[in-house]
């Protein structure tokens, strides 16, 4: 006789799935050109928006990967998220506006198009592009692993299936994101958002209240865990167990690394009109704060079961949610979680897809071969599907690489792209040449560092506990501003009757 | 300079002020609580880290003076000094409990994610430019509406 709470979670987890495949299914009839599945359409209004954003900007690590990193590091694990006070406004308030007019003003897809439009450059272009498809690479081959290990544990496979419970798991899960991703492109992503945001908001309330309940509340949480030898009182100071220099790092790559994540910009070249951008601070932050009950609820309430003796210590941190949920949560709740799990990696990974698609068929070649003519809707679903099938290749068989790729793709896409966006487009001086530069500095830096860690060699220069993308999102921010205020000055450029910037005439 | 890139979002206004103040503020009591007890000297890294993000969003949004330029980023190196000023100054009130909590965790959780959150969110609700403002804002600027694809 199955175990009821079993049959709940993979009950759960298969009419996610179903509803999914659904979207995807509705979403294809309804994408019909090139700008459908490139930017659906541009039809998103405010709550889309925000709730795709959100989607997207969620991997599966907000579900698996946060409360892990919590219990292992204490409350330190935090700085990864923290920004999240400032990024909303970042994204919508400062950067959102100019995001949504430089889009207007020409056949802006991608990031790479949009620094071409605003450099009026090609090589600036390609760089992004490189940039983008290596950083999709790795989030996708890290989110297509962990979709895979999620659903062959959900249904329980191992068991029947053995050593192909988890290609077993990939081919399900990439065949119900395909039927989206290549058949609605971003249409179909953004709608199954919606459905995978909103399921991700109540999993992440209902597994908060559950987790504290549980643990005995705030009080006897903070209590047990500053008692326990294993956990301690550093375990609840600001820093936890992770050096100042590792806490900074975080704070600035994921704070202002997020100018930086093609999967969030391209929300905003899809609004239907700049209407939502004053709503979207408040919107977008209240709903990424919601989510992120999920490594705080978890984070600190598993450790203090464990400190109290109530739950058994986890083999590895990753696994301190699921074993929580396995052992002490109703099967119906586990089912709402691990589907929003699932929600988060799907998101995720199908914005992606998208997105290498649009870098492999039409940044690169514009970039390299000088080709301007307009991009198919059968390019865009053909180059998904290859995207997909080469990422999943790339983590079967360079699982080490992607690993470098995946694990820390969104420091790679911080460096190389947050520089030239996030200060490009507000600093008039900054040109093609700087833009580039810094594009390549970024890219190069944080892959030879992470290497470099691998290997054990990071160069004593680097101070002890700097993350690797914080060293390299400074060193191609120092890249823009020195190249930039060495240059001539876009203006003086302008008043030449150079038009060069694309950039719309400013008022001063 | 940054300013001449800006549009004309009535953003240049006292409230607009005030509201980037408190955000600058709330990051500087937090960083200064949570900071105090470290003793660490990554004086430089921290004003980056603070500095950088908070520089950019005041400098992002936009002005019509140059006055407002400056302001910003006096503001940004406000919060950087702060954030510096409570690394390099050793203590004891971030190991202090209110209500079973360290209190130095609840002003990071509070000062660095929860304040701004609010405090931007609510801010940029209420100075935002009407419709009408932000459509003859976009028109003025040379936004056109988007072609039809293929």
Known sequence: MPDPDRLWLAATALLYLVVVAAIGWWSRRRTRTAEDFFLAGRRPGLWMTALATMATAFSGFLFLGGPGLAYRLGFGAFFIFLPLGLTPALLAAGLGWRLRRLAATGEVYTVSDLLRQRFGSAGVGGAAAVAVLLGSVGYLGTQIQALGILLASVFGWEGVLGGWAVPAGVAVGLAVILLYSVGGGMLGGVIADCFQGGLMLVAAVAVFAFALATAGGPGAIAASLAAAPAFGPEFLAPFGRIPVWTAFGWFLVFGFGIAGQPQMLHKFFMLRDERPLRHLPLTLGLAQSLCLLVPLGLGIAVPALVAQGRLAAPGIADEAAPAFLLALAPGALSGLVFAGAIAAIMSTANSFLVLAGAALVRDLPRAWRGRRDRTTLAAGRWATLLVALAATGFAFLYDDLVALLGSYSFGLLAAALAPAVGIGLVWERVGARAATASIWTGLGVHLLLEAAGRWGAVPGVIPEGLPPAAAALLLSTGVLILVSAYSENGAARRSRGVAETGWPAADG | ?150
């Open chain 2, 1 to 150: 300079m940054i300013g001449t890139l800006s549009s004309s979002r009535p953003s240049d206004s006292r409230a607009s002020r005030l509201g980037l103040l408190l955000v600058a503020g709330a990051l500087c009591a937090a960083f200064a609580g949570i900071l105090l007890r470290t003793g660490a000297g990554p004086v430089l890294f921290a004003a980056g880290a603070v500095g950088l993000p908070l520089g950019l969003l005041a400098a992002g949004i936009p002005a019509r003076s140059p006055r407002r330029w400056w302001l910003s980023w006096a503001l940004a190196a406000l919060a950087a000094g702060s954030a510096a000023a409570g690394i390099a100054a050793p203590g004891e009130s971030g190991r202090q409990l209110v209500g079973g909590w360290p209190l130095g965790s609840l002003l990071a959780l509070a000062g660095l994610w929860l304040l701004p959150l609010l405090l931007l969110g609510v801010g940029a609700l209420a100075l935002s430019p009407s419709e009408p403002e932000a459509e003859r804002d976009a028109a003025r600027d040379g936004g056109k509406e988007p072609d039809a694809g293929p």
